[in-house]
């Protein structure tokens, strides 16, 4: 909420012109020149909120913040786009004049970096908004980086034709600020290739299990980091490389060694499994609120698919009691992280959710979960009293949610937390 007033607040200067449009001439003209400052702010706001460096020194909830990135980086489209096409009408010009910049005078060049800024713009939108699942995460993620030149170009443009930015000397402060605060968003996202703000730990210990999950346990060299149950941490193997998010699964307070159970899905997580113990990591969080509202004795459902099982092995440890109820889904039984433990410390609560063998040993669900699992073994007053916590891939969180809708659950009882940005 204070963030939605900070981004409003943010655009007010740009708000205030449309009681200045005589100066521009007509409407369409201020308003074209309006939707571009007003597009700049909000673009400033995205590199901001997608940037956690920034952001963890604003709020924990990071995923919230990547959330707002994306509703802001969809919806600002109209904007930014509003802005071109009136100038186009405006200056009474076609199509082409957004195509294809026109280099041979001085005003022409200007708008060529706006057309510039446009085109890539539009680049990271296309591939965040409509092509983002089609197309690999690394070639996503190097694609969404050049918001970074494009705001630059956004910006230069502005400040060279000038318009409003020329009449109302504020409010090129206001602009240059914003340019100044840009530039030191640059510097600082530089800064955290050389590991500024993150943690060296060591490799303490890794086990390998049947579960196909691997359970790295990193012990701090210097600095210990405190997470609450369900936090996650980026981890970098090294100096040179990527950093990927992971939950942590266990957090030892006495000697702040931290342990994450991860699965080997793609190359970061496969090269992981390469780095052996005494080889130092970088860490940098904790990060997420996940899991917050069930840090109590409170009636509880934990639904969990797979490696999503990650943020709730603490919380069971610590909260789980006859008030909590997991239902653990995996395609086989030996897929199933800390099932034992599960086992031994909610007994008759624990349900395993087998879909793609028939077990007759255990006494295990067979199938997938549904709306008539979850009728079947919790009570009428259980379901209607209890929070909901989900974790998993995204087709597995689609399916519970439908059924956690079916059965009338409210979605404030609801808190899920999805393995990818
Ligand atoms: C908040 C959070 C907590 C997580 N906790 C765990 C955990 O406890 N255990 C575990 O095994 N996995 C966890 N993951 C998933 C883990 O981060 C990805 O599996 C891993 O990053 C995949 O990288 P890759 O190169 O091996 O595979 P890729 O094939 O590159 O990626 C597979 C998928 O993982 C996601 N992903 C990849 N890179 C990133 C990234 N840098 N940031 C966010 N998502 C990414 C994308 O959806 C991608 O499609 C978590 C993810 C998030 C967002």
Redesign the pocket.
């Known amino acids: 909420m204070y963030l939605f007033l900070a981004i409003f607040f943010s655009t007010l200067p740009f708000l205030w012109l449309f009681t200045q449009v005589s100066i521009m001439g007509s409407f369409t003209a201020a308003f074209a020149n309006i939707a571009g400052l007003v597009g700049v702010v909000l673009m400033m706001w995205q590199i901001i909120l997608g940037n956690r460096f920034i952001v963890r020194n604003l709020t924990r909830d990071y ?1 919230s913040m990547i959330k707002l990135h994306i509703f802001l980086g969809i919806y600002s489209l109209f904007l930014v786009l509003a802005h071109p096409f009136l100038e186009m009408i405006s200056y009474g010009k076609t199509f082409t004049f957004l195509l294809i910049p026109d280099l041979s005078s001085e005003l022409g060049s200007h708008v060529a970096l706006g057309i510039v800024a446009i085109y890539l713009y539009l680049f990271v939108w296309l591939s965040s908004a409509l092509t983002r699942d089609k197309i ?3 070639i996503w993620r190097y694609l969404h980086y050049l918001a970074y030149p494009m705001l630059f170009f956004a910006f230069i443009h502005a400040v060279e034709i000038g318009t409003f930015l020329s009449s109302f000397i504020l409010l090129k402060a206001y602009f240059i600020i914003l340019m100044v605060g840009f530039a030191a968003a640059v510097l600082y996202r530089f800064s955290q290739l050389l590991d500024v703000g993150k943690f060296p730990y060591v490799l303490s210990s890794k086990k390998q299990s049947s579960t196909g ?1 691997t359970a790295y346990t990193f012990r701090p060299m210097a600095i210990s980091l405190t997470p609450k149950i369900g936090q ?1 941490f980026f981890i970098k193997p090294s100096v040179f490389a ?6 942590v ?1 266990n957090f030892v307070e006495e000697s702040g060694e931290l342990t ?11 090269q992981l499994e390469g780095i052996s113990v005494g080889q130092t990591v970088f860490l940098d969080g904790p990060y ?1 609120v996940f899991t917050s509202e069930a840090h109590n004795n409170k009636p509880k459902v934990i639904i969990a698919g797979g ?1 999503g099982i ?1 943020p709730f092995v603490e919380l069971v440890s610590r909260f789980g009691d006859q008030n909590t109820k997991l239902f653990y889904a995996n395609k086989y039984l030996k897929e199933a992280v800390s099932r034992e433990q599960f086992k031994a410390q909610l007994g008759a609560n624990y349900f395993d959710v087998i879909s793609r063998e028939e077990i007759k040993t255990e006494t295990v669900i067979q199938g997938r979960l549904n709306e008539q699992v979850f009728t079947q073994n919790l009570t009428a007053d259980f379901i209607k009293q209890a929070n909901f916590f989900i974790c998993g891939s995204p087709g597995f969180m689609g399916g519970v949610l439908m059924s956690l809708h079916k059965l009338g659950i409210d979605k404030k009882r609801i808190f899920t ?5």
């Not at 937390?417 to 940005?421: A, D, G, H, K, Q």
């Open positions: 995923v690999s995460y690394r999950v996650f990527e950093s990927h998010p992971f939950t699964m994450f159970g991860i699965k080997a899905v793609g190359k970061f997580t496969n997420g490696i990650t937390e999805e393995f990818s940005f």
